[in-house]
């Protein structure tokens, strides 16, 4: 069955370190996103991409990074992890303006 | 800009007790509007979703109407089961903004026997 996934499921990492979030969806989908949730604020977006080589900025993508190689994937980056980016992370695909599936998420904790 | 406001939570109901989550919203022109879920430890599933003003979306016995009179997209539901404990997000996507969504800031549901 087609799915969306992310790795690592949990992660603790130290402030300074650069760390990768790793979203994989197996539907083809051109749209690609990521959000960040904490408590009080929802998600919020972070970056997005419409295909392959796009990407863009969402509300906040300050201290983010994320590239789009190929259809499946969009790994998202953290250039020097802050106290402040200890979250939930979550990834999320759809096709044009349809239903966006969100995959399980990533509790990230900078320490 | 755009913007969701949902009532703050938690919010406990005793099983099979009447349930509104209001969700009103700030945006220009006609957006869509949403209603997600999310279980314990897993990701956002789409409840329903309003497309237009009077559009009622349904799904699972939950209800919500879109009501542009008042901005408001209310979730309801008649008789809610301990199934039903979940945080609930209500979303809005501009209608020339691509397929982002704008969340509010989420309803933790809790439903006791």
């Known amino acids: 069955d087609a799915e969306i996934t992310q790795s690592p499921r949990h992660k603790i990492t130290e402030t300074g370190r650069q760390v990768t979030l790793a979203c994989h969806q197996t539907w083809n989908h051109n749209n690609m996103f990521w959000y960040r949730q904490d408590l009080g604020h929802g998600l919020r977006l972070i970056h997005y991409?419409?295909?392959?080589?796009?990407?863009n900025k969402g509300e906040v993508s300050d201290g983010y990074s994320v590239s789009r190689s190929n259809t499946e994937d969009l790994p998202l980056t953290l250039e020097s992890a802050a106290s402040s980016q200890t979250s939930v992370y979550f990834c999320a695909s759809s096709r044009g303006g349809n239903e966006q599936f969100f995959g399980p998420g990533t509790r990230l904790t900078v320490l | 800009g755009n913007s969701v406001t949902q009532m703050e939570g938690p919010v406990t109901l005793s099983e099979e007790a009447f349930l509104t989550i209001n969700c009103t919203y700030t945006a220009t022109g006609y957006p869509s509007l949403f209603w997600y879920v999310q279980y314990p430890g897993e990701g956002l599933q789409l409840l329903l979703k309003?497309?237009?003003?009077?559009d009622k979306g349904s799904n699972k016995g939950f209800e919500a109407t879109y009501r542009k009179e008042t901005t408001s997209f209310h979730l309801e539901k008649g008789s809610v089961q301990v199934s039903d404990s979940a945080v609930y997000f209500c979303?809005?996507?501009?209608?020339?903004?691509?397929?982002?969504?704008?969340f509010g800031g989420g309803t933790r549901l809790m439903v006791k026997p």
């Open positions: 991409s419409y295909g392959v080589q796009d990407t």
């Open positions: 979303a809005l996507r501009r209608d020339n903004a691509g397929n982002m969504l704008t």
């Open positions: 309003a497309t237009k003003a009077d």
